[in-house]
């Protein structure tokens, strides 16, 4: 139980395109998901939380007109990257709250995004 | 605030060897704590978690941790590594939906190296 998919697993794209990433939360409903950025050999950092039905929440630093989150069931969130620049090729992972007493993050598969 | 810290970036050991990756931690209240697996280009694979109560947890793969309040650790071990055991290890540390928001914060990894 509680897998989380992400598609697609990997996007190349041109400089100036907007690329969407979908999260989805395949066997329970996840009121509360998040947004990942991994570099090489680092650690993960959270972009933005995203709840349903509301407006997601931005860590600082992160531009919110660049990084579009739309949360709009309990199985599905999507990320896109609006007019992507080379520098936003990275690794992008989501995870999904299993909430309930005993919360814990379930994450995807990563999408590698390379932007030319 | 909270924080993670895996204090060894890079660890070899050789295959039936026994494996402790260190985490420590630093929260304000009761925390949650997590042991994370990722392979080459892969999401994250939940490996345990600890809540409450007994605090020598047992995961999947052979994989334990111990919860230390005192030493504010959370190391994470195995008596037999391996070879498919080499991957990054990130531990992290969070909390319930209201005293968090359910944030996770990572470590910045263990790479582990298995020789045969």
């Known amino acids: 139980g509680a897998v989380v998919s992400q598609h697609p697993s990997r996007v190349i794209c041109k400089s100036g395109t907007s690329v969407k990433i979908e999260c989805r939360s395949l066997?329970?409903?996840?009121?509360?998901m998040f947004w990942y950025r991994q570099f090489p050999k680092q650690s993960l950092m959270l972009m933005a939380t995203s709840n349903e039905g509301s407006k997601a929440t931005y860590e600082q630093g992160v531009e919110k007109d660049k990084f579009l989150i739309n949360h709009a069931s309990l199985t599905l969130s999507t990320l896109t990257v609006t007019s992507a620049h080379p520098e936003d090729s990275s690794f992008y992972i989501c995870?999904?709250?299993?909430?309930?007493?005993?919360?814990?993050?379930?994450f995807g598969p990563g999408t590698r995004l390379l932007v030319l | 605030a909270q924080s993670v810290t895996q204090p060894d970036i890079h660890i070899t050991v050789s295959e039936g060897a026994s494996l402790e990756l260190r985490c420590n931690y630093s929260?304000?209240?009761?925390?949650?704590l997590f042991w994370y697996v990722q392979s080459p280009g892969q999401g994250l694979q939940l490996l345990l978690k600890y809540f409450s109560g007994d605090t020598l947890v047992q995961g999947i793969k052979g994989f334990e941790a111990e919860f230390k309040r005192s030493q504010s650790s959370f190391n994470l071990r195995k008596p037999s590594v391996h070879w498919s055991d080499a991957a990054e290890y990130f531990c992290?540390?969070?909390?319930?939906?209201?005293?968090?928001?359910?944030?996770?914060?990572f470590g910045e990894g263990t790479q582990l190296t298995v020789n045969p």
């Open positions: 992290a540390v969070g909390g319930s939906k209201e005293t968090s928001g359910s944030r996770l914060t």
């Open positions: 066997d329970f409903q996840a009121t509360t």
């Open positions: 929260y304000g209240a009761t925390p949650y």
């Open positions: 995870s999904a709250r299993q909430g309930g007493k005993r919360e814990t993050q379930y």
